[in-house]
């Protein structure tokens, strides 16, 4: 089963990271990382650029309406996420637990990924899609 960690903070936790010595911080994400690979667990990891660089698009209504960032009104920023491949919620829950990214501000919130296998696997848009994924090797 596919789990996505996906990393939240406030702007303060956020801001508190800018004291962080990169070089000590990407050493202490590597070894994590590191431990996901050696688990055979780890499928994707990225970070995200600052809010103030993103944009958000609006569907309540039509035409959808896009705010640049950043977002004052937001409690909590998504900063980045990881997809795991384990065996269980509860093994997804011990990985977050170990997350490096941790402190006042900092929340970890996981969910689990569906498989294509999931849904009506006589649906012409999911054929569609199972035949991509195969060409494309994610299946």
Known sequence: MKYML????????????????????????????????RAGVLVAAEGLDEAADGVVVDHSTEPPVVTDGPYGE????????????????????EWAKRLPASGPGFKTEIRRVSSIDEFPQDNEWIKRERAWREATGQL
Request: no cysteine; net charge negative.
């Open 6 to 37: 996906i990393m939240r903070a406030t702007d303060e936790a956020y801001a508190a990271m800018g004291d962080v010595d990169m070089t000590e911080m990407i050493e202490t994400m590597g070894r994590f990382n590191d431990e996901l690979i």
């Open 74 to 93: 937001t409690k909590e920023l998504f900063g980045g996420f990881y997809i795991l491949n384990v065996t269980s919620r509860e093994e997804a829950v």
